[in-house]
């Protein structure tokens, strides 16, 4: 249904496309929290219950690029609406699963439906404000986007504590009815997204599926594995290198492809796409090893931990407004660089993160680096998709989407590998200097095990529990230098991406996507 003609006010606009987007993105992390009750629940092991997580992701990876061309073959208010609907009747049967594999079933359909959300609602939404009004438009979409994350965890934790983890999906359901109608009313395809009646690219769309499927499944699975120690990991990456290769040949080749391929000649566009990849890496790496560092070095709850990232995520959501006005008046690579050396120097912070630190010395960093994001995310979207088409506009936010979440899914896994490798490397350093030749260590051993004694403990159980209280020491003290050690890496990681922005295109102030 195309309606040129009918104006609809804007800001009904953005509220139809933020809840779809808000809802899914908090699914995203909504399930976290929940893992070990479904795994009592449903009777399943800790290694096939994390494919309730893994299933979401890979569907969702995997629809996230497709969404223009599927916009272009449905038309794109069908298209939302059929999303939506799919999105909250899989939430329906994800709460109603009697067993793991239909959990995964469903989860899968869900995170294919909600692939496609983010990308639409993004795309409708850049449309509907005029050019001038662009970086507000983003600044409003990344606060809805930063929103999720935020109140996914918290929300999650306190429905599996009060209710049952099922309701975890079941607050899907009203949600999904109101986008839908409001989807019903007030989307409305412009005139030059007509439905194409062109041959489907199906050697795309099979490759597409089958590369991003595997390479999403090493990047899930591969540290708990053991890399290329496990013949699936190998197998799967393979079968990723492979497919994605020849996708990239078939795309070329294709007439009407599924992902326009072609969208990487602007060397604007490739820049800002890969300085995305390295924001989603050192982003989503430093959001997991925070809340790790504090509850198994801190002893922390889930819940005091996410009182630790709940402040960034406010610092986020209270810097994106002005940033969306200082973007429309100033040159937006400046702010990207200041929203870098942020990033870096709240990374930079961290890496002094020491055992007796207090609750402050860990929110004050989350802090900074919550307002680098809000200096990132904003800015970066509008240089990127500035000389975009606006008839390629679902194809290249789908891209760019698709490429922060890959680059998230990588900084988790070489985090998570690094962590490991680390932790041991220091382990090993410091039992090394902790011999009966080393008069500090002979002192240290000398004064805990007579505390013990004094206690009423027998000397050969004083000296056993000595060793096992002065290993506990060691260890933590290796894992405490072994975070240290990648906060530094990953802010290296921010300043390394800085003279990419020389690649960006400086937009015209007052231009926007789909003005070229």
């Known amino acids: 249904m195309n309606a040129p003609d009918k104006v609809v006010n804007k800001w009904l606009i953005t509220i139809t496309v933020m809840l779809p987007t808000i809802m899914e993105i908090v699914d995203t992390s909504v399930a976290n929290v929940a893992l070990p009750h479904m795994q009592g629940s449903l009777n399943a092991g800790t290694d096939e219950i994390t494919w309730v997580l893994t299933s979401y992701l890979v569907s969702n990876a995997v629809v996230l690029p497709m969404t223009g061309w599927f916009s272009r073959i449905f038309g794109r208010k069908r298209f939302l609406i059929t999303c939506i609907t799919l999105f909250t009747a899989a939430s329906f049967l ?9 959990l995964i079933l469903f989860r899968v359909i869900q995170g294919a439906a909600g692939g496609a959300l983010i990308p639409s609602s993004q795309a409708i939404l850049l449309e509907t404000f005029p050019p001038h009004e662009r970086g507000m438009a983003n600044a409003i979409f990344g606060i809805g986007a930063m929103f999720g994350p935020i109140i996914g965890p918290a929300l999650g934790g306190w429905i599996t504590d009060n209710l049952n983890w099922r309701w975890i999906f079941y607050i ?11 989807a019903t009313y007030f989307i409305f395809d412009p005139p030059y997204l007509r439905r194409a009646r062109a041959a489907i690219d199906w050697w795309g769309l099979a490759l ?7 390479l999403q499944i090493v990047l899930d699975k591969g540290q708990q594995d053991d890399w290329f120690n496990s013949s699936f990991i190998v197998a799967c990456s393979v079968l990723s290198a492979v497919t994605l290769l020849a996708l990239v040949y078939v795309e070329l080749k294709h007439e009407h492809p599924i992902i326009n391929l072609r969208l990487f000649k602007d060397l604007s566009f490739s820049a800002g796409n890969f300085v995305m990849f390295m924001i989603g890496f050192c982003l989503y790496s430093s959001i997991m090893l925070i809340p790790l560092f504090l509850q198994t070095l801190m002893g922390y709850d889930a819940t005091l931990a996410g009182m630790v990232l709940a402040p960034g995520g406010l610092a986020t959501l209270i810097t994106m407004p002005f940033v ?5 008046k100033y040159d937006g690579r400046k702010v990207v660089l200041a929203g870098l050396l942020i990033g870096a120097a709240s990374m930079f912070l961290m890496q002094r993160f020491t ?24 800015p970066l979207t509008t ?21 922060r979440n890959i680059g998230g899914s990588v900084g988790i896994a070489v985090a998570a590998t690094l962590l490991a490798r680390y932790a041991q490397f220091y382990q090993n350093v410091l039992v090394g200097n902790v011999s009966a030749f080393d008069p500090l260590a002979r002192e240290r051993i000398g004064v805990m095990k007579q505390a013990m004694i004094m206690r009423g403990v027998d000397g050969a159980t004083a000296e056993t529990k000595t060793l096992a209280a002065l290993y506990g020491i060691v260890r933590r003290q290796a894992g405490m230098l072994a975070y240290n050690h990648i906060f530094w890496i990953v802010g290296l990681t921010f300043l390394g991406v800085i003279p990419l922005l020389l690649l960006l295109r400086r937009p015209k102030l007052g231009a926007g996507p789909g003005m070229h």
Do not use: K
């Not at 899907?172 to 409001?182: D, H, K, L, R, S």
């Not at 969306?324 to 429309?328: A, K, L, Q, R």
């Not at 007796?356 to 904003?378: C, K, N, Q, T």
């Open 94 to 102: 994800c709460g109603a699963a009697p067993n793991l594999a239909t």
């Open 172 to 182: 899907n359901i009203p949600i999904g009815i109101i986008a839908v109608i409001m």
């Open 324 to 328: 969306g006005v200082i973007i429309s």
């Open 208 to 214: 597409l599926t089958v590369g991003l499927g595997a």
């Open 383 to 403: 240089v990127t998709l500035a000389s975009i088409p606006r008839e390629e506009m679902g194809n290249a936010t789908g891209m760019f989407n698709l490429l």
């Open 355 to 378: 055992l007796e630190a207090s609750y402050w010395d860990f929110v004050w960093p989350r802090v900074i680096l919550g307002v680098g994001l809000a200096m990132l995310f904003v």
